[in-house]
C-alpha cells in the first residue's frame, strides 16, 4: 500500500537546457527514493511545451508550468530584456503555485536554481525549506565566491573597495592561486565575466549573486562528485557543512542503471535529429568519428566557424557536427557541397547516445559544465574550445587536472583558433600515444562516475541522506 505522501520536492532550474538537465535528473533521483515522496519540476511557460517533454513512463517526476512574463506568441529580443520579465513575474507565479499546493502537503521542499537566490526568499516567507542546486562546477563557484567575497582580484562590481588579491602567484606571471582550486590559474583560465567584467555585467551581477545569501539555505546541491573536485569539495564542506554532491547528472541508463528507462533527460528544447545521427554513426567503425559541439548557447563568429570547417576537412576524420539553426548561416557556403562524404552537420542531436557510441574517439567541445561531465562519465577525450562564462575553468581542469584532453590555441591578434591549430589538437586526441593516453584517463573517469552515482557512492549517498534529512526535519 502506498504511504500518503509526506514530503513534495519543487525542483525550479532556470529554464536553459543546460540547467534543466542536470536539474530534471536530480528530480528524477530524488522520485526513486520512495514512495512517500514526491517530485514536481516546475519549468516556465515560454520555454517547454508538451511536446519538448519526454519522460520515460516510469518516471514518476511530474511537470509543471508557470508564468514567466512572456505572453503566448511572444518574441523577446534579447536575453537580458527576458531576465527582466523573469524577475518580476516568476516571484509572484512561483508564490502562487508553492500556495496552491501547500495546503495539500506535509512538508515543502524548493529546490531551486542557484542563479535565482531569491527563490529562497519566498521559500522562507512561505514556510518551506530551501536547497540551492549549483549548476557548475566547485572549482567555478568558489572562484565566483571569492570575488563576491572581495577576496580575488579585486574585480568585484559590488565592493569596489574590496581587499587585493588573495594568493596571487606574482603579477608578472598573471597567475592566480585559488584556496583549494588544485591548479594555478591564468587570466585564461578564469570565467570570462571575471577577467573580461565589461563583457556581460548583469551575467556578471547573476553568477555573483548565488553567493549573496547562499549560507541561508538548509542544503548547497552541486553537480560534481567528490573524486573529481576533492580539493574544493573538502574547502567548502569544512565552511559548509551543508553541502552535498550529487552529481554527474546523467541518465542512469550510462552509469549505475539503477532507473528504469532513464536513457534521456526527457526535456528538450532543441528537436534532435537522432535517427539520422544514430544512421550516420552505426555505418562509421570504431574510434573513426569527431563529434562537434558547442551547446546551446554559444555563438561563433563567421571567421570562426570557416576555420573550423577547414581544420575538420583537414584532419581527414569523420565528424559529426552539431550546427543550431541559428548558426547555419555562418557556415562556408561550399562546405557541405561538393559530395563531401566525411562529415555529417546535424542542428541538434542525442548527445548523450552520440558520446555513448563507439564510433565517437572525440569531443570537441565549448566545455559547458554539463558536456564536460558527460564526456568524462563517458569516457570520451576531449578537445576544448572554451567561448564564454565558466568553460575557460572547465578547459582547464580537463587538461591540467583530469587529463582527458587537449585545449586550443588562441591566436591572441586575431582572437581565433586557426584551422592548422584545430586540425593539430585533433589528432592529438585521436592519433598517438598522446591520444591513448587521453582516453585511458577519460575511461578512469567514467569508472569513478559510475562509482559515485552507484548504491553506496558518495552521490549516491548524499542523496540518501539529503532525503533522510528531509524526514526527520
Ligand atoms: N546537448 C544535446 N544535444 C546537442 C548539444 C547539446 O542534447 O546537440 C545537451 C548536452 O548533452 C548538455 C546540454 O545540451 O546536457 C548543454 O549543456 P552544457 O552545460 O554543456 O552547455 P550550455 O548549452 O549550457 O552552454
Given at each position: 500500500m502506498e504511504m500518503a505522501t509526506r514530503i513534495h520536492i519543487i525542483v525550479f532550474p532556470f529554464p536553459v537546457q543546460g540547467h534543466i538537465n542536470p536539474m530534471l535528473q536530480f528530480a528524477k533521483r530524488l522520485a526513486s527514493k520512495g514512495t512517500g515522496i514526491k517530485v514536481t519540476l516546475v519549468t516556465t511557460t515560454s520555454s517547454t511545451s508538451s511536446n519538448s517533454i519526454q519522460l520515460a513512463e516510469s518516471s514518476s517526476v511530474n511537470i509543471e508550468s508557470i508564468y514567466d512574463g512572456v505572453d503566448e506568441g511572444e518574441k523577446i529580443e534579447s536575453f537580458d530584456l527576458y531576465l527582466e520579465r523573469f524577475k518580476v513575474a516568476i516571484p509572484r507565479s512561483l508564490a502562487e503555485f508553492i500556495q496552491s499546493i501547500k495546503k495539500q502537503e506535509n512538508k515543502l521542499v524548493l529546490v531551486y536554481?542557484?542563479?535565482?537566490?531569491?527563490a529562497l526568499d519566498i521559500a522562507r516567507q512561505l514556510g518551506v525549506y530551501g536547497a540551492s542546486f549549483f549548476t557548475q562546477s566547485c572549482a567555478v563557484c568558489a572562484i565566483y565566491y571569492h570575488v563576491n567575497q572581495g577576496s580575488l582580484l579585486n574585480i568585484n562590481p559590488h565592493r569596489p573597495q574590496g581587499r587585493q588579491g588573495i594568493a596571487a602567484a606574482g603579477s608578472s606571471s598573471s597567475m592566480v592561486s585559488v584556496p583549494s582550486v588544485p591548479v594555478l590559474l591564468g587570466i585564461n583560465d578564469l570565467p570570462s565575466f571575471i577577467c573580461d567584467t565589461d563583457s556581460y555585467p548583469f551575467l556578471l551581477t547573476i553568477v555573483l549573486d548565488q553567493f549573496s545569501n547562499f549560507h541561508k539555505a538548509d542544503w548547497l546541491l552541486f553537480n560534481t562528485f567528490d573524486k573529481l573536485e576533492r580539493e574544493v569539495v573538502n574547502w567548502m564542506s569544512s565552511r559548509w557543512p551543508m553541502i552535498k554532491t550529487v552529481g554527474p547528472t546523467i541518465p542512469s541508463m550510462y552509469l549505475d542503471k539503477r532507473l528504469e528507462d532513464d536513457r534521456d533527460y526527457g526535456l528538450n528544447l532543441f528537436k534532435p535529429d537522432a535517427e539520422a545521427c544514430m544512421k550516420w554513426l552505426e555505418s562509421k567503425e570504431s574510434r573513426s568519428v569527431v563529434y562537434v559541439s558547442f551547446g546551446s548557447l554559444a555563438n561563433l563568429g563567421e571567421l570562426q566557424m570557416e576555420e573550423l570547417a577547414w581544420g575538420l576537412l583537414m584532419s581527414n576524420t569523420y565528424f559529426l557536427w552539431v550546427v543550431r539553426a541559428s548558426e547555419q548561416s555562418k557556415l562556408p557556403s561550399n562546405f557541405m557541397g561538393g559530395g563531401n562524404s566525411k562529415g555529417l552537420v546535424v542542428n541538434w542531436c542525442p548527445q548523450l547516445e552520440v558520446l555513448a557510441h563507439r564510433a565517437v574517439g572525440c569531443f570537441v567541445t565549448h566545455c559547458g559544465w554539463n558536456s564536460t561531465l558527460e564526456a568524462l562519465s563517458l569516457g570520451v577525450p576531449m578537445v576544448a574550445m572554451p567561448q564564454w562564462t565558466d568553460q575557460a575553468t572547465n578547459a582547464k581542469c580537463i587538461v591540467?587536472?583530469?587529463?582527458?584532453g587537449v585545449r586550443v590555441r588562441v591566436d591572441n591578434e586575431k582572437g581565433l583558433v586557426s584551422r592548422d591549430e584545430f586540425e593539430l589538437c585533433i589528432r592529438q586526441v585521436m592519433e598517438g600515444e598522446k591520444g591513448n593516453e587521453l582516453r585511458k584517463n577519460a575511461v578512469r573517469w567514467k569508472e569513478l562516475a559510475k562509482e559515485a552515482v552507484h548504491e553506496g557512492g558518495s552521490s549516491d549517498n548524499n542523496i540518501e541522506e539529503f532525503v533522510s534529512e528531509l524526514v526527520s526535519t
Open positions: 536554481d542557484s542563479v535565482i537566490p531569491w591540467d587536472v583530469w587529463h582527458a
